[in-house]
């Protein structure tokens, strides 16, 4: 991938390319590369000459970290604030500064977002933006204040993504909607859609961050600011800017800020070597406009020269120790806010919520390991908060993995499986690539038998290739719904031929993906109506008028379907739960992270239990139909899951790979039979 940055600012109502409070660089260390972007925030005017200051000295610290991404953000933002704080401090209540900075930090295609006082950001992923700021919470507090800050941390993927930063004067002027209908035109137009809004704004700054199919060198580099003047478009790639004045004057020359230095404690005599920047303000008392020389006599200037160096001399005596006292309170205060997050974990109830405040308390613990490595209460704490997430992530290894078929050898190739059922004392396999049924025994014992073939004759009509499958356990036989929206039935014999059932109206059906049956009646899930149908049985099949139970909603991504009384339906990475007709919370409530692409659903009626297989994450997915996540199941060999099955007494399940059919017994205490002894992690969650 090439990560792409696009910029523009107002600088004193003048367009340019990158304003006084970007920060945009790069950190290179053995084989790791970086991308660094701070913007900052002043809090008022008396603060705004200092916000690229500020932004710089974040982005100095972090350069010089070796810790992991948040913990180097985390320090490297004390550290700026503590020294700003300080200098506040010994200066007058007029002369105080405070600034909010956003950092980015780009490494491939993830990103990590730290905010601390104000500014805005916004994450586009998967078609959905999502607002991140810090009102009301802790990590409102800016740099520079009286109190500890607390910064926010979210993390992201630029896969298919985009990621805005803004000051917050622009995201006031444009709102919510605008910003939406920017970022839905894509990377490339983004800003030329924002600009026109924010023109008339004295300063702010907009920054966009994205992946584009382009040349490594079509990528814009970071600032340099000893590059020669620039105008306003990004190396290698015109960031288009409709209604920009044909006429508007050149950017200044880049110069390095003023006023910020990094500075070590070594050379102001400290032996810490800690890195700390430093504030100055223009001299301004004691010259004339347009002098040069100082007007104060040569006695004033030695008087208050010897003062300076009296003054050096106690900062070299008492500095390293304030420094050493600084470190010791920020390191318990550090300890104390991860302590505080695992207590509040184990009194919270909602998963999601735990897992919120475990994986805050390990952020506080990192930041706390740099402050002192070799602290014991760190290691407790990493201890604890892991072992309280591993009983949150309920991870079940499977012990007992059971080949029950291999395609290979014992189905004639073609083989395409799209879905697997249990039913009677047969599993049921629907193929694509012959468009076949294919009956199996689960012992292993028997050869696989085809019992329904596409372009065979049943009931003198020809069948075309299957499309969905069910068992229909009040009658004992399997139902087949074929691409020509005609019914069939199968019995559970050997050999079973398909009969043809009635189904009214059947090729009114706008499209049919799964099918399912409960307590006789027939349901058919059809996406492209938005509809889930019901049949009830008539004349040996379903001659009856079919009744929509969901009203016609969006169904779009829809792949499965459960009934139980109520309706599930399996639709991208969401489990959705309808109870007469409404729609419920979504299923899977406190799973690690949810699944991306699912292939199979089957419950579990008699314990209210759902599963799902889970293709990319190479899992099978347990929850309770009321909506809590309860296991995941895990196997090296559940790769490339097709759908699951479950025994019709609920003791094993049945997973179709896209090479075979394997079995396990599901864990004791999770609403199945016996079975080997569960992991740790397993009976913790029971």
Not at 158 to 180: C, E, H, K, W
Request: proline fraction near 6%; include cysteine; hydrophobic fraction near 40%.
């Amino acid at each position: 991938m090439t990560v792409w940055v696009g910029r523009y600012a107002m600088v004193s109502g003048q367009v340019r390319e990158h304003g006084p409070w970007l920060v945009d660089r790069m950190r290179r260390r053995e084989d790791e590369n970086l991308r660094v972007l701070i913007l900052a925030e002043p809090v008022d005017a008396r603060s705004a000459e200092f916000g690229h200051e500020v932004a710089e000295a974040v982005a100095a610290l972090f350069s010089r970290e070796s810790l992991s991404i948040t913990g180097g953000l985390l320090r490297s933002l004390r550290q700026a604030h503590a020294n700003l704080a300080e200098w506040n401090r010994r200066s007058l209540r007029e002369h105080r500064v405070a600034v909010g900075v956003t950092c980015v930090v780009v490494r491939d295609d993830e990103v990590l977002i730290a905010q601390a006082g104000g500014g805005v950001a916004y994450i586009r992923q998967g078609g959905v933006t999502s607002r991140l700021a810090t009102e009301g919470m802790p990590a409102a507090i800016p740099l520079g204040s009286d109190e500890a800050i607390e910064p926010l941390f979210t993390s992201a993927s630029l896969t298919d993504g985009q990621v805005l930063l803004l000051s917050s004067n622009a995201a006031a002027a444009l709102g919510p909607r605008t910003i939406q209908n920017a970022l839905d035109t894509g990377p490339e137009q983004a800003l030329a859609q924002l600009f026109p809004h924010t023109r008339n704004l004295s300063d702010m700054t907009a920054v966009l961050v994205a992946d584009l199919d382009i040349d490594e060198e079509q990528a814009a580099p970071p600032l340099d600011f000893d590059d020669h003047d620039q105008d306003d478009t990004v190396e290698g790639r015109e960031v288009a800017l409709t209604g920009l004045d044909d006429e508007r004057p050149d950017p200044p020359r880049p110069r390095r800020p003023r006023g910020w230095k990094v500075l070590s404690t070594e050379s102001a005599g400290s032996k810490s070597g800690t890195p700390l920047p430093s504030i100055r303000r223009t001299r301004s008392v004691g010259q004339r406009l347009g002098a040069s020389a100082p007007l104060v006599p040569w006695r004033t200037a030695a008087i208050v020269a010897g003062v300076a160096i009296l003054l050096a001399i106690l900062a070299w005596t008492l500095l390293p120790g304030l420094l050493s006292e600084d470190r010791a309170q920020e390191l318990e205060d550090t300890i104390a806010t991860a302590q505080i997050q695992l207590q509040a974990a184990a009194a919270l109830a909602d998963p999601d919520q735990q897992r919120a405040a475990l994986q805050t308390a390990l952020t506080a613990a990192e930041a706390a390991r740099a402050l002192a490595p070799d602290d014991p209460r760190v290691t407790e704490i990493v201890a604890e908060a892991n072992a309280r997430l591993q009983i949150l992530d309920a991870v079940t290894e499977i012990s007992d993995l059971t080949e029950v078929v291999t395609f290979d050898g014992s189905i004639t190739a073609p083989v395409q499986p799209e879905e697997i059922i249990a039913g009677g004392t047969s599993l049921w396999l629907r193929d694509s690539g012959r468009g076949r049924v294919i009956r199996i025994d689960p012992r292993g014992v028997e050869d696989p038998q085809e019992l329904f073939r596409s372009g065979e004759e049943y009931g003198e009509v020809t069948s075309r290739d299957p499309v969905a499958i069910a068992w229909d356990a009040s009658l004992g036989r399997l139902l087949v719904m074929d691409a020509g929206r005609v019914l069939y039935a199968l019995n559970d014999e050997a050999e079973a031929i398909p009969e043809v059932l009635p189904l009214r109206d059947g090729s009114e059906l706008r499209s049919v993906v799964a099918i399912s049956a409960y307590l006789g009646n027939l349901y058919v899930l059809d996406p492209v109506a938005g509809e889930v149908w019901r049949y009830l049985p008539a004349a040996e099949g379903f001659d009856s008028e079919r009744t929509g139970i969901l009203g016609g909603i969006d169904l779009t991504d829809a792949t499965g379907l459960a009934v139980d009384g109520d309706v599930f339906v399996l639709a991208g990475s969401t489990l959705r739960h309808f109870s007469q007709g409404r729609e419920t919370e979504p299923l899977l409530q406190g799973i690690d992270r949810a699944p991306e692409t699912t292939s199979g659903l089957v419950e579990d009626i008699l314990r209210g239990v759902l599963y799902l297989a889970d293709r990319s994450g190479n899992r099978i997915i347990a929850a309770e139909r009321t909506g809590p996540f309860l296991r995941q199941y895990r196997h090296p060999d559940l790769i490339d899951l097709r759908g699951v099955a479950i025994s019709p007494n609920g003791t094993t399940l049945y997973a179709l790979t896209g090479s075979g059919v394997q079995s396990f017994p599901i864990a004791a205490g999770s609403g199945g039979g016996a079975s080997p002894t569960p992991t740790p992690t397993a009976t913790a969650t029971q």
